[in-house]
């Protein structure tokens, strides 16, 4: 084991300039490479990719949307290798699609009965891919290796933990609860120690439909129904009679098939006369999303298992913490949507170190991710705060719960949200990714935006609402970053020591009250979004606890594209209290937070995107000398007619006509052959 220092980093280039230009900008001295771009072939015999919006068999191509990504080192012989630096596999979630540049003119009859060509070509656009790459002079992928593999929403799941079996996952797929179809909406990941990947689903609530009259049918078949209609409204899924209720209409794909069930599925409607246990229509399909899920690149045939112990919510992330040898490990997540809730999960079953080498790596995934005890956060204005546990039968997750009676620990994971509002967890500014200073165990959190954050609303650790012109909202506009110290800074902790990082703002904003980090020209940023602290040695050969900040932006777009921080941050309670007074529409409310040191230089900006694109996944080679970088939805706003990027394209130089802009893998490498950012 590596010892590490705080501070033992210093940022080694010079920051690089916000940016409107459609192209991805790196400081001098770096060097940018494409690696994997949508619709590229991971098979053999799959074609080039025209990128006209003909191209088919996603099933063996890069799908859309890139986001969480990580790297494991690969030996010769196919095996995890810890220092493997210049062979590997890349795991990357593709979370949603640009939906108008799949098609050669758009998608057909939005609104309508789509097309089954098209709809196919969509869900095996969503998913994971595993790629095996090497390096050589510059990296690129294998086309052809065996590992290659696309995890679609078509790719059969198994599930694991509490609730494999329960009642409430029944369909007429899976009648006995144990297995299910596909991942969707896999936004941010997790790198677990075992050399297995976690991807997470986020948004996966807005690709089913559910009819008017579903309620009543639901509620007709008994207390069960009832319950399952105030779930199916806390995590947002109202009926609609809108004829585009179900992301891109999957659903309508005619005639129904009857026999696969790929596209009815995303119809949750309970059907007239259908079993009231959900065997025979897919009223509980949704029940089989939003959960953490393990997959083993290693092995291309091994089954996806969904990890019911960790909670269903928005998962943005999935973070382990510290291992350390007889200690429980920590899982950290946050449930990205308004006013939602931290949590973190810590397994029954101490580390072991020996399990990192094992070979049956799901198994040892069983071991850590099936039993355990989820906990969800509670911050008090004082900069302390609690870990309180989702467990049956504590506290008020009882059948006497009056706003949901829980019945059972299953009924408590699947309804993770109910749980956490019965003990009064606090509602954050939308938690997305989390990550782990490997020199202190601190666990950090990006709280991107929250358009309803309100001055009356305001508390320590979300203390900001108020105007960033030219938007006339009110809200925190620009987000920022948690952090948190475990007590005794163990993984088993039950209470917790927080304070501010950094807030995001423009450098021209008010610095009293809402550039409260004093950021300037040089690392000003909004919207923070993905978050991950390096692997790299430096050239002593210790960890430097680089953080990484990546942003999704919808509030400083005037200004600038989606760009990517580094820091060398330092901890939690090293600045101190700070006065905030909120204002808007004629009223205030100040509030007292906490708040880390001015990061000053050593917060940087390292990347701005191209336009109209999201910075997402992130990760690095052992030795820290490759940084792998996910450019999401670039010219996201256009489409076939109007081609608002034609990023990556153009990124060795200008194209001649626009081109439809891809999703992309990119690498980073520094001319000098250091490690990136020192
Ligand atoms: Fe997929 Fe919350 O970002
Ligand atoms: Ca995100
Ligand atoms: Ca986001
Ligand atoms: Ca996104």
Redesign the pocket.
């Known amino acids: 084991t590596t010892s590490v220092t705080v501070g033992a980093a210093s940022l080694g280039f010079t920051a690089v300039a916000k940016s409107l230009a459609d192209v991805v900008a790196v400081p001098s001295g770096y060097a940018v490479t494409v690696l994997y771009r949508l619709g590229d072939p991971i098979g053999s015999g799959v074609g080039a990719y025209v990128n006209d919006g003909t191209d088919a068999t996603f099933s063996k191509r890069a799908g859309d949307h890139h986001?969480g990504m990580s790297y494991f080192g690969m030996s010769a012989t196919g095996t995890p290798d810890a220092n493997g630096n210049t062979r590997g596999l890349l795991v990357l979630n593709h979370?949603n699609i640009t939906q108008a540049y799949l098609h050669p003119n758009g998608p057909t009859n939005s609104g309508g009965v789509r097309p089954e060509a098209e709809a196919l070509k969509e869900m095996e656009c969503h998913g994971v891919s595993v790629i095996e790459i090497n390096r050589a002079a510059a990296w690129s992928y294998t086309t052809a290796s065996s590992f290659n593999r696309r995890i679609t929403p078509l790719t059969p799941m198994s599930f694991s933990g509490p609730v494999r079996g329960a009642d409430s996952l029944k369909t007429r797929y899976s009648p006995d609860a144990t297995t299910g179809r596909g991942t969707i909406n896999n936004?941010?990941n997790g790198t677990m120690p075992w050399n297995t990947y976690l991807t997470n689903e986020?948004?996966w609530v807005g690709y089913f439909r559910r009819e008017v009259g579903d309620a009543a049918r639901r509620a007709a078949t008994g207390p069960a129904g009832v319950k399952a209609n105030t779930s199916l409204t806390r995590y947002g899924k109202t009926e609609s009679s809108s004829s585009t209720a179900g992301n891109y209409g999957w659903w309508s794909v005619t005639p129904a098939d009857t026999t696969s069930t790929i596209y009815s599925r995303w119809n949750i409607t309970a059907q007239a006369g259908a079993p009231a246990d959900g065997t025979g229509d897919f009223r509980n399909e949704i029940f089989q999303y939003g959960w953490v899920v393990e997959i083993d690149p290693f092995d291309a045939n091994s089954t996806p298992r969904k990890r019911t112990a960790l909670g269903r919510m928005n998962h943005?992330g999935c973070q382990i913490g510290r291992t350390i040898a007889g200690v429980k490990p920590a899982f950290y997540m946050g449930d990205?949507a308004q006013n939602e809730y931290i949590y973190k999960f810590v397994s029954a079953t101490p580390w072991s170190g020996s399990d990192a080498t094992a070979a049956n790596r799901l198994a040892i995934g069983d071991k850590y991710l099936d039993t355990g005890t989820l906990y969800v956060a509670k911050f008090a204005a004082d900069g302390t705060g609690q870990w309180l546990p989702l467990t049956y039968n504590v506290g008020p997750l009882t059948s006497a719960n009056a706003a949901y009676p829980f019945s059972s620990q299953v009924d408590v994971l699947i309804n993770t949200r109910l749980a956490a509002d019965a003990l009064g967890a606090t509602r954050m500014d939308r938690p997305?990714w989390t990550a782990v200073n490997p020199a202190t165990g601190e666990m950090y959190c990006t709280l991107?935006n929250n358009a309803s954050r309100t001055v009356a609303t305001v508390d320590a650790p979300n203390p900001r609402a108020y105007v960033d012109a030219p938007s006339t909202s009110v809200g925190n506009r620009n987000g920022h970053i948690i952090r948190l110290r475990e007590s005794g800074d163990t993984s088993e902790a039950s209470t917790f020591a927080w304070d501010i990082y950094a807030f995001g703002a423009g450098s021209d904003l008010d610095p009293t009250n809402i550039n409260l980090s004093g950021l300037d020209a040089t690392n000003d940023f909004s919207s923070p979004?993905g978050l991950w602290f390096g692997l790299p040695s430096n050239a002593s050969g210790t960890i430097a606890p680089v953080m990484w900040i990546e942003t999704?932006d919808g509030a400083y777009t005037d200004v600038t594209n989606c760009m990517l921080l580094a820091s060398v941050p330092g901890i939690v309670g090293d600045g101190g209290t700070r006065s905030v007074t909120s204002s808007a529409g004629g009223v205030s409310n100040t509030v007292t937070t906490r708040i880390g040191k001015a990061p000053g230089a050593a917060l940087r900006r390292f990347l701005v995107g191209p336009k109209e694109c999201e910075i997402t996944g992130i990760h690095t080679t052992p030795d820290g000398r490759s940084l792998f970088v996910n450019i999401q939805h670039p010219g996201e706003n256009g489409g076939p007619t109007n081609i608002t990027s034609s990023w990556p394209a153009n990124q060795t130089g200008t194209v001649t006509a626009p081109s439809r802009p891809r999703s992309s893998t990119i690498v980073i490498t520094k001319n000098d052959g250091g490690v990136v950012g020192l």
């Open positions: 986001d979370e936004c941010a986020e948004n943005e990205d997305e991107t979004d999704d």
